[in-house]
C-alpha cells in the first residue's frame, strides 16, 4: 500500500479527478493533503503506483527549530488523517494483511512512537506506586525475595534494552545485511558521536506531543518552516515558545518522578539497580530538557545568554491584547498555546481533565510519606489538609497580587510591610512545625515536589473550562498564577546554560562538535577580526 510518494505535482490529474479529486477541501482536516488523493484511488479499487527512474536528494532544512516545525506539521497531518473518514473505510475493506501494510506506511510510525513514550509514563507511575504504597519495598525485602540479585539484574537488563536500545536495532540490522556488520557497528558508534541519539530523541517528542495533540482536540495547522540560512543563535525566548509544552513540561515531569523514585527507593535498593532501569528515562529528561539549547548555534557564549536573558524578561513581562504577536509578548502565546482547547469537543475537554488528574493522585502518595504525618498515616484528613495548605497558599498569592495593583503605586511602604509580614508568618511556620511536629529538610522537599505538580494540575482543569472560570471571574488569577509557573520554568531551564557559558570551552567544543572544521576556523576568526566595540555599537542600536 503505497499511497503517494510524497510530493503532488507529478499525479496524473485527468485520472484522479475522476477518482475523489487530488485534495480535499478542508485546510484543517486535510493538512497532508497530497496523501487524499492516495486514498480516494485506493478507496476505489485504483492502484498507485512509483516508478522511481532516478534518486535525487531533495535539500531541507537543517536547522533543529526549522526540522521541529516541519515535524510538528506532518504530526499534525497524521493525526487528522488518524481521524479521517478515508483511514476508517480502508481499515474495514482491507484484508488483513494489506491492513498492516496501510497501518505501516501511513500513521503506524506516529502510533507506535506515542506509545513509546507512554510507556515510559506508564512505567514510571506504575514504579511510583509501587514505591508509594511500599510493595517494593516488600518485594525486595521479602523473604521470598532476599537473595533475588539475579533477578533484579535481568530486570535491570531488560528494562535497559527494551527502553533504551530496542529503537536502534532495526537500524543495525538492515545496515549490517546491505553493508555488513562491522560496517554497522561503526557506523552506530559514529552516530552516537555526532549526538544522534539526542537529535532523534529529542525529535520523539515533538511527533509524540503534536500526534496526541491532534487526537485529542484537533487543530492541525501549515506551520511555515522558511528556506533560510539556519546557522543562527536562536534566543532563549524563541526556544521556550516552541518546545515549552511540547517538550520542557513533560521533561519536568518526568524528571519529578524519577527524583521522587530514588528518594522513596533508596533505602532498600542498590544504586546500580537504579542507574541499569532508569538510565534511558534519564537519557530521555535530560535530551527533551536541553537538546535546543545544546544544538543552538554560540549557545553557551556569555554575551548571546545575557541578551538572550534580557528579551526574555522582556518578553515573560509584557502585557498581551489584540494585534501584540506571541513573539512579543507572554500573554499574547499562552492564549495561543490553548487555541486547540477552545475548539475542542465534550470528550477532548473531559480527557484533558481525566489526564490532569494524575498530579492529585501524585500528591495523594507523597503526603502520607512525610515525617510529621506519620502518626497519621491511614487518616483521610491528612489529604484534606494538604488541599487546606494549598488553597491557603493560592489565598496568599492572590492577596499579594491585588495588594501589588491597588498599593504598590501610592502605598509602597504598606505594601511592603504585609510582603514582610507574611513572609515572617511563613518563616514562624515552618520553624514551630520544626520544633514540634519533627519536620525535616527532607519533608520541605518533598512538600515542594507534592504540591507544585498538583498547581499545575490545577491550571490545566482551568485552561479546559476557561469559559467558567471566566464567569466566576478568576481567570486573572490563573493567567497569574501561570506567568509565576512559567518563569520557574525559564529559570530552571537557564541556570545550567548560564553556568556552563561561565566556561569558554564549552562553547569552543559545541562549536566543534555542531560545525565543520572549516565553518568553525572562519568562526573563531570572525569573531577576532569583529572584536567587542561592533558588538556594543551594534547592540545599542537595536
Known sequence: ????????????????????????????????EDIFAGFNSTLREGNVTHHEYMQVGKGRDVGLNQISLFEAK????????????????????????RMLSCYYTTIGFYFSTMITVWTVYAFLYGRLYLVLSGLDAALATGKRFVHNTPLQVALASESFVQLGFLMALPMMMEIGLE????????????????????????????KTHYYGRTLLHGGAEYRATGRGFVVFHAKFAENYRLYSRSHFVKGIEL??????????????????????????????????????????????????????????????????????????SWESWWDKEQGPLRHSGKRGTILEILLALRF????????????????????????????????????????????????????QLVFRLIKGLIFITFISIIIILTAIAHMTVLDIFVCILAFMPTGWGLLLIAQAIKPVVEMVGLWGSVKALARGYEILMGLLLFTPIAFLAWFPFVSEFQTRMLFNQAFSRGLQISRILGGHKKDRATRNKE
Open 1 to 32: 500500500v503505497r499511497f503517494h510518494y510524497g510530493h503532488p505535482d507529478i499525479f496524473d490529474r485527468l485520472f484522479h479527478l475522476t477518482r475523489g479529486g487530488i485534495s480535499k477541501a478542508s485546510k484543517i482536516i486535510n493538512l497532508s
Open 360 to 411: 492529585f493522585i501524585y500528591q495523594y502518595g507523597l503526603v502520607y510519606h512525610l515525617n510529621i504525618t506519620k502518626q497519621y498515616n491511614q487518616s483521610v484528613l491528612v489529604y484534606g489538609f494538604s488541599w487546606v495548605v494549598i488553597l491557603v497558599m493560592l489565598l496568599v498569592m492572590k492577596t499579594v497580587s491585588v495588594g501589588r495593583r491597588r498599593f504598590s503605586a501610592e502605598f
Open 255 to 328: 524528571m519529578i518522578l524519577l527524583v521522587v523514585y530514588e528518594i522513596f527507593g533508596q533505602t532498600y535498593r542498590g544504586a546500580i539497580t537504579y542507574i541499569f532501569i532508569t538510565v534511558s528515562m534519564w537519557f530521555m529528561v535530560g535530551t527533551w530538557l536541553f537538546a535546543p539549547f545544546l544544538f543552538n548555534p554560540s549557545g553557551f557564549e556569555w554575551q548571546k545568554i545575557v541578551d538572550d536573558w534580557t528579551d526574555w524578561n522582556k518578553w515573560i513581562s509584557n502585557r498581551g491584547g489584540i494585534g501584540v504577536a506571541p513573539e512579543k
Open 74 to 97: 506532518i504530526a499534525n497531518g497524521n493525526g487528522e488523517q488518524t481521524l479521517s473518514r478515508d483511514i476508517y473505510r480502508l481499515g474495514h475493506r482491507f484484508d488483513f494483511f
Open 179 to 206: 553493508r555488513g556488520f562491522r560496517t554497522a557497528l561503526s557506523d552506530f558508534v559514529l552516530m552516537q558521536l555526532q549526538l544522534a541519539s539526542v537529535f532523534f530523541t529529542f525529535s520523539l517528542g515533538t
